[in-house]
DNA sequence: CCAATAGTTCGGTATTTTGGAACAACGGTA
DNA sequence: TACCGTTGTTCCAAAATACCGAACTATTGG
């Protein structure tokens, strides 16, 4: 039988899964795997970005050992789907709202740029 | 006046936000911060952990210029405020949700653990 | 059997994390 | 003023990660 190593439901971490998912070419595959209907193999799911493939293999094994996304190999790809019922299980809502929260993050490049327009912090408090 | 580089609301980006709360030490700052009446300086909000003084600076840094935290210098210490306003301005919801679930995933090392009792990939799909 | 496709693994380089030691800044005390 | 204890940063080197190209494996199709 075609197998990863996957963790199980009750293993799966929150910091490994805020980990996972902050990175902007792993978000991105989160997101098509969560517009689409079925399953998508690594080619479909990985962004067309200037990203190796080595490195997209580095991505998807990374979300699979964080317990996002489970991989199944059929013939010569391997399909991949959202954890969506064992995230929810573990943490009810989280998925959808870093879901939500990418929608409006989208457009930003949101990759490497060391810090835009910084700002400085004023005497009192912040936003607060 | 007493100032470190914070991004613009605006700047604050998701993948750096997960980013930084993907770590078993951030989070379990920023926790500490959101369950302050007041702002903490560094030694409170720092776990007690085995954790190198210029090592927590570094998380300290990472979660600043990510923009999830305020730091304010004042006197001989730093005070650190959880940017509620501006997260949630930003990504309404996000935050106060990965409080929540972290909630879910306390007790549970959640460091450094490979993984504790992998699964193997059933032919069928997961839960879905 | 041969070629094409989908991913993984390997090797080296670049970036990030970590902690010890040294350093700077402030508050308190005399 | 000088001196100390506290707080936190910066500097340096070691360990761990991320990234890419090249080589490799496995499967499908002709």
């Known amino acids: ?3 990863y190593l996957h963790p199980a439901t009750d293993d799966i971490r929150l910091p490994a ?3 996972a998912l902050g990175d902007p070419v792993r978000i991105a595959i989160v997101r098509a795997l ?3 209907e079925a399953g998508l193999n690594c ?3 990985g962004p067309i970005e200037n990203v190796a493939r080595s490195t997209l293999s580095h991505h998807f094994r990374v979300l699979r050992e964080a317990g996002v996304i489970w991989m199944v190999k059929k013939g010569v ?8 019922a064992d995230l929810d299980g573990r943490f009810p ?5 870093i879901l939500r929260s990418s929608c409006a993050d989208i457009g930003q490049d949101s990759a490497s740029e ?3 327009k910084p700002v400085e912090a004023h005497g009192a408090l912040p936003s607060a």
Do not use: H, K
């Open 1 to 3: 039988m075609s197998c």
């Open 17 to 19: 899964v805020l980990a």
């Open 34 to 36: 969560a517009a689409a």
């Open 43 to 45: 080619s479909m799911a």
């Open 77 to 84: 790809e391997n399909i991949n789907t959202l954890r969506r």
């Open 93 to 97: 809502g989280l998925l959808d709202q």
């Open 114 to 116: 060391p810090m835009a």
